[in-house]
């Protein structure tokens, strides 16, 4: 069965939004957990996320992009809500593959030894400007799927983070 067939089934009767929730739930959690390091909240806005997107998938309308970006995009909601409510700092994953494309992409010269310094600005960023990096260069997603996300173009997507490198670039220079 398609994705959209599934889409369609769900929307007529919720127990066949299961399959849903059972082939996204890890992938959505992990994308919560990566932005609060805490297990329990992770959990709960996970379930916050999935109940929300099964009350609401008569809404639902393809526009050209997975079913997992809306619930992607739902997930983002919920997160900024949460930051919101508890007056919480959203934590960052680093990874190394991450900042040697940041690095050989926009900072030419600069290897993945001055792992401490590019940690050291991307704290600098504002938080909206760290989730489009985190997004693109940690999680791997296409711009679309980031302008799906956040609800921008696709083109907005492209030029943030074309911006933010320069200032990335621009602030290593500075500090190195």
Not at 1 to 11: D, L, P, T, V, Y
Not at 16 to 28: A, G, H, S
Not at 53 to 62: G, H, L, R, S, V
Not at 133 to 153: A, G, V
Request: charged share 30%; with cysteine.
């Amino acid at each position: 069965m398609q994705e959209q067939e599934r889409i369609e089934a769900a929307k007529k009767d919720p127990k066949n939004f299961k399959y849903f929730y059972d082939l996204w739930y890890k992938p959505v959690y992990l994308f919560i957990y990566r932005r609060t390091d805490d297990e329990e909240v992770s959990a709960d806005i996970t379930q916050q996320v999935f109940l929300k997107a099964m009350q609401n998938i008569a809404k639902y309308e393809y526009r050209g992009f997975p079913f997992s970006s809306w619930l992607y995009r739902i997930a983002h909601n919920e997160l900024m809500q949460y930051f919101r409510d508890q007056n919480k700092v959203r934590v960052v994953c680093i990874e190394n593959t991450g900042l040697a494309e940041i690095l050989e992409d926009d900072v030419a010269g600069y290897e993945v030894e001055n792992r401490e310094l590019v940690f050291k600005t991307l704290q600098k960023l504002k938080p909206q400007e760290l989730e489009l990096i985190e997004m693109r260069y940690f999680e791997k997603r296409s711009f679309k799927e980031i302008s799906e996300i956040i609800n921008i173009s696709e083109n907005t997507a492209k030029v943030k983070v074309h911006r933010i490198l320069e200032r990335l670039r621009n602030l290593i220079t500075v500090q190195a």
